[in-house]
T-cell receptor, first 111, second 116 residues
Framework: GQNIDQPTEMTATEGAIVQINCTYQ??????LFWYQQHAGEAPTFLSY????GLEEKGRFSSFLSRSKGYSYLLLKELQMKDSASYLC????????????FGRGTQLTVWP | ETGVTQTPRHLVMGMTNKKSLKCEQH?????MYWYKQSAKKPLELMFV???????ENNSVPSRFSPECPNSSHLFLHLHTLQPEDSALYLC???????????????FGPGTRLTVL
């Protein structure tokens, strides 16, 4: 089975840097996604890691350590619009199309 | 229209009603998915269709009945639902590549369902 753990809530101020951690246990690993979801809206893709290391995309970076079952999403130069839920999502190694979602971390950015 | 669209965006229904949710993807993808998102719970996968064939049914009650007439359209037929079925229902699509690997899933805006 799969188990995904991430903090429920985080707060930060505009312009700051925040790191959202995700730890997981899985019987089959084929990659890890981070999605952003604003309240009442669809999740949108942020990043994908399949190999160990850091993937950088503008203000957002994502890190993966497969041996430790650990990932983080780093958000720099925070803006008010970054207030959203951030979902850590495992891509399973078996069934076609199977994603496993964490509960999400609700980030609130204060002015 | 671009991306993944869903209609209706909001639906209120009684337990004896029959209704359908519609999803359409304009991305040329070959796989489509239904998810349920309840308050304070992770997204739960309900159904997966690949090349119009259902490849996964994640132990969903029979009061939810999916239909995929072609690779661009996906329906979720609802009948005799329960109040605990009230949730956000999200549709997604992706491109499944050779060997079964696939790119990221693109989500529609969801249908907010309330069962009275």
């Amino acid at each position: 089975g799969q188990n995904i753990d991430q903090p429920t809530e985080m707060t930060a101020t505009e312009g700051a840097i925040v790191q959202i951690n995700c730890t997981y246990q899985t019987s089959g690993f084929n990659g890890l996604f981070w999605y952003q979801q604003h309240a009442g809206e669809a999740p949108t893709f942020l990043s994908y890691n399949v190999l160990d290391g850091l993937e950088e995309k503008g203000r957002f970076s994502s890190f993966l350590s497969r041996s430790k079952g650990y990932s983080y999403l780093l958000l720099k130069e925070l803006q008010m619009k970054d207030s959203a839920s951030y979902l850590c999502v495992l891509k399973g190694g078996s069934t076609l199309g199977r994603l496993y979602f964490g509960r999400g971390t609700q980030l609130t950015v204060w002015p | 229209e671009t991306g993944v669209t869903q209609t209706p965006r909001h639906l209120v229904m009684g337990m004896t009603n029959k209704k359908s949710l519609k999803c359409e993807q304009h991305l040329g993808h070959n796989a489509m998915y239904w998810y349920k998102q309840s308050a304070k719970k992770p997204l739960e996968l309900m159904f997966v269709y690949s090349l119009e064939e259902r490849v996964e049914n994640n132990s969903v009650p029979s009061r939810f009945s999916p239909e995929c007439p072609n690779s661009s359209h996906l329906f979720l037929h609802l009948h005799t639902l329960q109040p605990e079925d009230s949730a956000l229902y999200l549709c997604a699509s992706s491109q499944v590549l050779a060997g079964g690997s696939y790119n990221e899933q693109f989500f529609g805006p969801g249908t907010r369902l309330t069962v009275l």
